[in-house]
């Protein structure tokens, strides 16, 4: 094990742990009537169909609005990357659909494709994106400007809000409730969380200096974090193999991966987001198992954060993991900023010209 102390770059476009807790209240603060004027426009439809669409890191985000209106509603909801969108063209896409285009730049070419297909079907769109400015924002209906770095966890915090409001309107106070009042709660919640994170991180990186390749377990309000890991952290920005694994699909295949023998399975890890909801149970026989076949693991366990209620797992383990990725980069002195083809080989943002 490395013991060598590395300086993490605070400073990285990417690093957005430090920022998220402001990027939160700001956009609850300013953005309250508009997100409670969406949720009401939804529940209010007569037939509502939601779609969330985006691509990386926007794309993760939406799977926490999906997770809470099919916990709590019964406003039928998919989460798409805006290719499966428009190759698809639902034929329920109509006056009832709303479309939750997310993109940072705003000018992403599929996502401005769906909000051109949304326009003509005469659905509503909902642009979550940096500023009132982009592309995306000037023909949506309501715009969800965050103004902040952090694209992942401050458009959760957005959608999470939507979808409290919905349940508000339908009259389901409970949920509605728990959900508005624990992101009023998170951001002091999420900044109490840097620096014990930043010591438990770079002691993890230290254990896994040598591994190429992590499969990221996660699942129930986790599955979101865990893609957004996997395909747009540890393989974008850390330069390694990675697959995002729903931890209730481990023992369907991904399981043979393991061979039992430690010196075989040295150069891969398993790399855990646990929750505290009814999840936890599939996240706790994957960890067991890596654990009896001595298969190299890391552990991020929600129930380590109380602060957090089960529904706010994502945003608890978001901090500790993005911290573990930034000391993983410094022990490999690795730019996390750098790209080798994103944003340089098209005229715009997605394209591959």
């Known amino acids: ?14 690093f957005t742990s430090l920022v998220t807790a402001d990027g939160i209240e700001e956009t609850r603060t300013r953005l309250g009537s508009t997100l409670q004027e969406i949720g009401k426009a939804i529940a209010g439809s007569t037939r509502p169909r939601v779609y969330a669409l985006g ?14 209106l099919d916990r709590f509603s019964d406003v039928p909801s998919d989460v798409q990357t805006g290719w499966q969108f428009v190759s698809r063209n639902p034929v329920s896409l109509d006056e009832n659909s709303f479309l939750f285009l997310t993109s940072y730049s705003g000018q992403t070419p599929e996502i ?12 509503k769109v909902i642009a979550i994106t940096e500023t009132d400015q982009t592309p995306l924002a000037k023909s949506a ?12 966890t401050v458009p959760l915090a957005l959608v999470y809000q939507v979808a409290g409001q ?19 709660k998170l951001p002091d919640a999420v900044a109490k969380l840097n620096e014990p994170s930043n010591t438990l991180a770079q ?30 952290v540890v393989i974008e920005n850390l330069w390694l193999d990675s697959a995002p694994v729903d931890s209730g699909e481990f023992y369907h295949g991904p399981i043979e991966i393991i061979a039992g023998d430690p010196k075989l399975d040295n150069s891969r890890a398993f790399l855990h987001l646990v929750g505290t909801d009814a999840s936890r149970t599939v996240s ?25 209620g089960e529904l706010f797992a994502p945003f608890a383990l978001f901090v500790p993991t993005e911290w ?30």
């Not at 401005?112 to 949304?118: G, H, T, Y």
């Open 1 to 14: 094990m490395s013991t060598e102390t590395h300086a993490v770059d605070t400073n990285a476009l990417y």
């Open 166 to 184: 919905v349940l508000l309107a339908q009259g389901a106070k409970a949920p509605g409730n728990q959900i508005l009042d624990g992101i009023a």
């Open 55 to 68: 691509g990386g890191a926007s794309n993760a985000a939406m799977h926490g609005l999906k997770y809470l």
């Open 324 to 353: 573990w990725v930034m000391h993983m980069a410094a022990q490999k002195n690795h730019d996390v900023d750098e790209r080798r083809y994103m944003g340089k080989i098209g005229a715009r943002w997605g394209e591959y010209a």
């Open 141 to 152: 209906d309501w715009v969800l400007d965050y103004r902040n770095k952090a694209v992942f």
């Open 284 to 308: 706790q026989q994957a960890i067991d198992f890596c654990t009896k076949k001595g298969a190299r693991q890391l552990v991020f366990d929600a129930k380590d954060y109380p602060d957090f």
């Open 112 to 123: 401005l494709e769906a909000q051109q297909m949304a326009k003509a079907a005469g659905a």
């Open 203 to 232: 002691k993890l990186a230290a254990e896994v200096p040598d591994v190429g390749m992590f499969y990221v377990l996660g699942t129930g309000p986790n599955y979101g974090l865990a893609y957004k890991l996997a395909l747009s």
